[in-house]
């Protein structure tokens, strides 16, 4: 056997997980059952609009099994308000930006007002479940209706009703940022388009819905918290807060996460309540969310209309553009700018566009409050400059990816600096790529443009209609403030290692321990991870924003890093050589060039135990661990082209997937397997949304897609053959090459489609500008003309 242990990142190896989850052996939130447990279920409003006169609770509070129940006021009393405050956003993005922002904060039950269907106005908490569903039913609610805002632009009018009395006002939010002379360029242009896209509301809606398990211990004065979440430091410093404690005597932990794309990846007032009523009555409680309930009040995302004006030349290339958006942030805003922001810096995609201007407004509505869902801002910027790049293809007659390709940044300009800060306040330079090669090697996926087309007057010529779309993105993945790693070797020699990610399915046990059996050069499963978990590291992030991968895998470096020189310095005292003279070899330490001159990580890390009897060199403290803090110079950029073959009925306007590709390049790819299954389940979670997945109020606001009846997620029959195709421009902002691919999947269908529909139907002179793609609007559109 050798001794260096071979490479594991790049290796398609097996998901450690997989075996506890397919066995049965999970522990999901629900699984969780404590003594002497109470269950809470949530009274939430019928209307979406209204002013509440009373909520009565006294039929409630006597029903069988009952313990405790509290409405909003009732809550006012025994808690400080929800302070109100500007959102934070780094100080060099406030200086470069120009911006103003209201951040109305939501209470943990409503009070004076209801805002949207599903805003909890009560709360009960009963022996059972059971019991504490049929003593919510028998609450009293007196609302006083109020008229409805579902349209944002309606939102803006000066007659239109408030959200928020106290704001006067329904925007929220607004934004602007250029580069170059956009309005000079925009004049100067041969050719000027404009178009209004509309990227509709939709939402993760996770395999498992939300829930949260609280138990508070008098004896230490401490809260213990279970929550599926992506954030669990972030939940701690809100509990502790919320019920005046030090953070250290508050701990959480995030089991088994069935999924959670961002819907789980801020702290919602369910959070907060479940901890108080534990810390109030003194016995452990339990909310777990259904779906009814998901739909209704988890958060959503995407919804967005943007007004976008083009600059071009004869031959396609772009010399200005102009996008005015609305973003339609429901009743709530609990992420502040960040998605919006995200739409505009990502706007430009992966081409060379000297001249922008883009504004963005945030409206509040009588809807369920918008945040981050995969993609978080993205697919939106995605679809209105790809289906930007296909409507000056079709004016002048060209190939939409030629059009593209004249376009592209190449990969000889690389570093290419944007002109424009991200959401960090750092500047936007693209660090590596080669986009006019993925724009390629996807359309060499598909068999190539001039075979497609061969292909589709053949079609065409039998009365079908067969359509080819693209869609390019870029993402900056990895963002910070920073994600903290502690490494430590046991004395048995493996190597355990904890972070403030928070895994929901992506395999982060698998992709860690190839990363840190490679720093180490031992097996992946000599290394013992602890994810999700505050007692295990006192200060972290999450997860969230294509990110664990670049700055966990980046503070693991950095961690170990720091112990491989306290572990040499101890191997060389007890092999009485130089450090210098060391090297990490097959589970220890050895002589460079002496083989059989080895310690084991077992036995340094028992001579690094305090004791008489373990002399450790001057200024070696004892112990084998480290802690380190990975703070990003900035974002990676992660980038790809979906292109997709759809074949569309004119008879009935269904559309099928005929063919699907997509070329991606993540940096440094850690486990291949693992990557195209991230890249394939947010590719899914794209068609879906461009196909099916909708969201859907009417004039009142009341929730139309309330059950997985009405709102049609994507099924095994949907799917097209997918390939997938990598590209590998290692990043040169971390340690270790890598970029985020968490959500890029998820970004370039929407456009992709869209493309391939118009494409299918041009001799109709169909443009998708608005999603989703519905069969009775191709239809409708067909027999207008």
């Known amino acids: 056997m050798s001794d260096i242990a071979p490479p594991y990142i790049g290796r398609s190896l097996r998901r450690r997980e997989d075996r506890r989850l397919l066995t049965g052996q999970g522990q999901f939130i629900a699984d969780l059952v404590l003594p002497r447990m109470l269950h809470a279920v949530l009274v939430r409003s019928p209307l979406a609009h209204a002013r509440i006169r009373a909520v009565d609770l006294s039929h409630a509070k006597s029903a069988p099994g009952v313990v405790d129940a509290l409405n909003g006021a009732d809550l006012l009393q025994l808690l400080p308000p929800v302070p109100e405050g500007q959102i934070s956003v780094p100080s060099k993005?406030?200086?470069?930006?120009?911006?103003?922002?209201?951040?109305?904060?939501?209470?943990?039950?409503?009070?004076?007002?209801?805002r949207h269907v599903g805003e909890a106005v009560a709360i009960i908490v009963a022996e059972t479940r059971n019991q504490a569903e049929?003593?919510?039913?028998?609450?009293?609610?007196?609302?006083?209706?109020?008229?409805?805002?579902?349209?944002?632009?309606?939102?803006?009018?000066?007659?239109?009703?408030?959200?928020h009395d106290r704001l006067e006002t329904n925007l929220i939010g607004?934004?602007?940022?250029?580069?170059?002379?956009?309005?000079?360029?925009?004049?100067?242009?041969?050719?000027?388009?404009?178009?209004?896209?509309?990227?509709?509301?939709y939402a993760a809606v996770p395999l498992e819905c939300r829930g949260v398990v609280s138990a508070y211990d008098r004896r230490t004065d401490s809260a213990m918290i279970w929550s599926s979440t992506q954030v669990v430091h972030w939940v701690r410093r809100e509990a502790a807060t919320l019920l005046g404690l030090p953070e250290a005597?508050?701990?959480?932990?995030?089991?088994?996460?069935?999924?959670?794309?961002?819907?789980?990846?801020?702290?919602?007032?369910?959070?907060?309540?479940?901890?108080?009523?534990?810390?109030?009555?003194?016995?452990?409680?339990?909310?777990?969310?259904?779906?009814?309930?998901?739909?209704?009040?988890?958060?959503?995302?995407?919804?967005?209309?943007?007004?976008?004006?083009?600059?071009?030349?004869?031959?396609?290339?772009?010399?200005?553009?102009?996008?005015?958006?609305?973003?339609?942030?429901?009743?709530?805003?609990?992420?502040?700018?960040?998605?919006?922001?995200?739409?505009?810096?990502?706007?430009?995609?992966?081409?060379?566009?000297?001249?922008?201007?883009?504004?963005?407004?945030?409206?509040?509505?009588?809807?369920?409050?918008?945040?981050?869902?995969?993609?978080?801002?993205?697919?939106?910027?995605?679809?209105?400059?790809?289906?930007?790049?296909?409507?000056?293809?079709r004016t002048l007659g060209l190939e939409p990816a030629e059009v593209r390709r004249r376009n592209m940044i190449r990969a000889e300009e690389?570093?290419?600096?944007?002109?424009?800060?991200?959401?960090?306040?750092?500047?936007?330079?693209?660090?590596?790529?080669?986009?006019?090669?993925?724009?390629?090697?996807?359309?060499?996926?598909?068999?190539?443009?001039?075979?497609?087309?061969?292909?589709?007057?053949?079609?065409?010529?039998?009365?079908?209609?067969?359509?080819?779309?693209?869609?390019?993105?870029?993402?900056?993945?990895?963002?910070?403030?920073f994600e903290s790693a502690f490494v430590r070797i046991d004395p048995s020699g493996k190597v355990y290692v904890t972070c403030g990610a928070a895994?929901?399915?992506?395999?982060?046990?698998?992709?860690?321990?190839?990363?840190?059996?490679?720093?180490?050069?031992?097996?992946?499963?000599?290394?013992?991870?602890?994810?999700?978990?505050?007692?295990?590291?006192?200060?972290?992030?999450?997860?969230?924003?294509?990110?664990?991968?670049?700055?966990?895998?980046?503070?693991m470096h950095q961690a170990s890093a720091k112990l491989r020189d306290k572990v040499f310095a101890i191997a060389a005292n007890l092999l009485e050589c130089a450090p210098a003279d060391l090297e990490l070899r097959a589970g220890g330490v050895g002589l460079v060039g002496v083989p059989g001159a080895t310690l084991s990580l077992s036995r340094i890390a028992q001579a690094?135990?305090?004791?008489?009897?373990?002399?450790?060199?001057?200024?070696?403290?004892?112990?084998?661990?480290?802690?380190?803090y990975w703070q990003p110079p900035t974002v990676t950029w992660s980038y790809a082209v979906h292109a997709a073959i759809v074949a569309v009925d004119s008879d009935t306007g269904r559309v099928t997937l005929d063919d699907y590709a997509v070329a991606?390049?993540?940096?440094?790819?850690?486990?291949?397997?693992?990557?195209?299954?991230?890249?394939?389940?947010?590719?899914?979670?794209?068609?879906?949304?461009?196909?099916?997945?909708?969201?859907?109020?009417?004039?009142?606001?009341?929730?139309?897609?309330?059950?997985?009846?009405?709102?049609?997620?994507?099924?095994?029959?949907?799917?097209?053959?997918?390939?997938?195709?990598?590209?590998?421009?290692?990043?040169?902002l971390n340690p270790l090459g890598v970029k985020g691919v968490g959500e890029g999947g998820a970004v370039g269908p929407p456009a992709a489609i869209a493309n391939a529909v118009c494409d299918a139907m041009a001799s109709f002179g169909i443009e998708v500008n608005e999603t989703p793609v519905r069969p009775e609007e191709i239809v409708r559109f067909l027999r207008s003309r």
């Open 414 to 481: 690389m570093p290419y600096s944007v002109g424009i800060p991200y959401r960090d306040g750092e500047p936007i330079v693209y660090d590596s790529g080669d986009y006019p090669g993925a724009l390629q090697k996807a359309l060499d996926a598909i068999g190539g443009v001039e075979a497609f087309r061969r292909r589709q007057a053949d079609a065409r010529a039998e009365g079908r209609h067969l359509g080819l779309g693209i869609g390019c993105y870029i993402e900056g993945t990895g963002v910070g403030p």
């Open 664 to 732: 991606h390049d993540c940096g440094t790819v850690i486990n291949p397997m693992l990557v195209e299954g991230q890249i394939m389940g947010g590719a899914v979670q794209g068609l879906g949304g461009i196909l099916g997945e909708a969201i859907a109020y009417d004039a009142n606001g009341q929730l139309l897609s309330g059950s997985l009846m009405d709102y049609a997620l994507p099924i095994a029959g949907d799917v097209p053959p997918m390939r997938i195709v990598h590209q590998h421009s290692p990043s040169p």
């Open 134 to 163: 049929d003593a919510a039913e028998l609450v009293g609610l007196d609302l006083e209706e109020l008229p409805a805002i579902v349209d944002p632009e309606a939102a803006l009018r000066p007659d239109s009703p408030v959200v």
């Open 608 to 628: 690094a135990r305090p004791g008489w009897e373990n002399p450790r060199p001057p200024g070696i403290d004892a112990g084998l661990e480290e802690i380190a």
């Open 249 to 393: 005597r508050v701990r959480c932990v995030a089991l088994d996460v069935g999924g959670g794309f961002g819907g789980k990846g801020h702290v919602y007032p369910e959070d907060l309540l479940v901890t108080f009523l534990a810390h109030r009555l003194g016995r452990p409680v339990r909310w777990i969310e259904d779906r009814r309930e998901h739909l209704m009040s988890a958060t959503h995302s995407r919804d967005q209309l943007h007004d976008v004006e083009v600059g071009f030349d004869d031959d396609g290339r772009i010399l200005a553009i102009r996008d005015d958006y609305l973003v339609d942030c429901g009743a709530w805003n609990p992420i502040g700018s960040g998605v919006a922001y995200n739409t505009a810096v990502h706007l430009t995609g992966p081409y060379k566009i000297e001249n922008l201007a883009a504004s963005g407004r945030i409206v509040v509505t009588n809807k369920v409050p918008n945040a981050p869902y995969r993609g978080a801002g993205r697919p939106e910027a995605a679809f209105a400059m790809e289906r930007t790049i296909d409507v000056v293809a």
């Open 174 to 201: 607004e934004f602007s940022v250029a580069r170059g002379d956009p309005g000079g360029a925009m004049s100067r242009a041969p050719r000027r388009l404009k178009r209004r896209f509309y990227h509709h509301r």
């Open 93 to 114: 993005w406030a200086t470069a930006i120009q911006h103003k922002f209201l951040n109305p904060q939501q209470p943990l039950l409503a009070h004076d007002k209801v």
């Open 503 to 555: 895994p929901q399915g992506q395999g982060m046990e698998t992709i860690f321990a190839q990363i840190v059996a490679d720093l180490w050069k031992v097996t992946p499963e000599d290394v013992v991870l602890s994810f999700a978990d505050t007692a295990s590291i006192a200060i972290g992030f999450g997860t969230m924003a294509s990110r664990s991968t670049v700055t966990a895998g980046a503070a």
